[in-house]
């Protein structure tokens, strides 16, 4: 008995656990964050992104080394253009993110279509970054997320950060 339950309680823990699911913006596209991470206050937010393309919306853990950034943006992105815009994407972070190194770029199916899912580690100026970041059109806008991680915490919050990548449901 004692086996099945230490059996037991290692599965549930090693599932990760969620929040409440978040609608983005004014959508019904839904994701569940990282337990325990919460909205992030402004003053973080534009201390983090201080080039004025800031997300509106970002939750993270405590200390804001690990986020997850979402976001609708204007500018449109139909599924027919996924490509052209993944090769646009990828020269624009080429050029301007500090020795960038691609972990995957590539377009997959996810929630009913495709989207971009691009994962890059970086340097920043006092750290080193694990990114991914999640894109596909809506309702002619672009739908954006970014998974964001010191490269020391991503190892900690990887299996949450997927998860919560996986969790990203569009309406049906």
């Known amino acids: 008995m004692k086996r099945i339950t230490v059996l037991l309680l290692t ?23 990282p337990d325990g991470f919460k909205a992030l206050p402004q003053e973080i937010i534009d201390l983090k992104w201080p080039n004025k393309r800031a997300p509106k919306f970002v939750v993270g853990n405590d200390n804001a080394s690990t986020t997850v950034a979402y976001d609708i943006k204007p500018n449109n992105l139909p599924q027919k253009d996924l490509v052209d815009a993944q090769k ?28 971009l899912l691009m994962e890059m580690t970086s340097r920043a100026i006092d750290t080193n970054i694990y990114n991914i970041m999640f894109a596909t059109g809506y309702k002619g806008q672009m739908l954006m997320f970014n998974f964001n991680s010191t490269k020391e915490d991503f190892p900690k919050y990887e299996k949450q950060l997927r998860a919560s990548l996986k969790s990203v449901q569009l309406p049906k």
């Open 11 to 33: 599965i549930l823990i090693s599932f990760p656990v969620f929040a409440d699911p978040i609608k983005v913006a004014e959508t019904d596209v839904t994701f569940a964050p």
């Open 88 to 115: 646009v994407f990828t020269d624009i972070f080429e050029k301007i993110v500090p020795d960038i190194e691609w972990e995957k770029n590539e377009i997959i199916e996810h929630s009913g279509q495709k989207w």
